[in-house]
Nanobody, 121 residues
């Protein structure tokens, strides 16, 4: 089994910064990519940022230049540094990992429980 645990969410004023962390634990054989998605009540979950095992990154247009995704392969951890936060960034942020675990021969998606980020105006 694999567990992804997020931390670092909270309340912050517009223009402020926040750093999210997500640590994956379990019998992880290989990591293809890890990243962050967010979801607002009544809307679909959307990609925020992700990073592949090769170091390639993808960002939503709305966060480019403000957010930075990084990882620590030795700790199976992904981070999201969020700067210049806006009220529209308010959402539940979910950690995602595309992982090969245990004896499974293929990569699969795994999700954390989510952490609330609220940006006040």
């Amino acid at each position: 089994q694999v567990q992804l645990v997020e931390s670092g969410g909270g309340l912050v004023q517009a223009g402020g910064s926040l750093r999210l962390s997500c640590a994956a634990s379990g019998t992880i054989f290989s990591i293809d990519a890890m990243g962050w998605y967010r979801q607002v009540l009544g809307k679909q979950r959307e990609l925020v940022a992700r990073i592949t095992s090769g170091g390639s990154t993808n960002y939503a247009d709305s966060v480019k230049g403000r957010f930075t995704v990084s990882n620590d392969n030795t700790k199976n951890t992904v981070y999201l540094q969020m700067n210049s936060l806006k009220p529209e960034d308010t959402a539940v942020y979910y950690c995602n990992g595309v992982l090969r675990v245990g004896a499974r021969p293929t990569f699969r998606d795994y999700w954390g429980q989510g952490t609330q980020v609220t940006v006040s105006s």
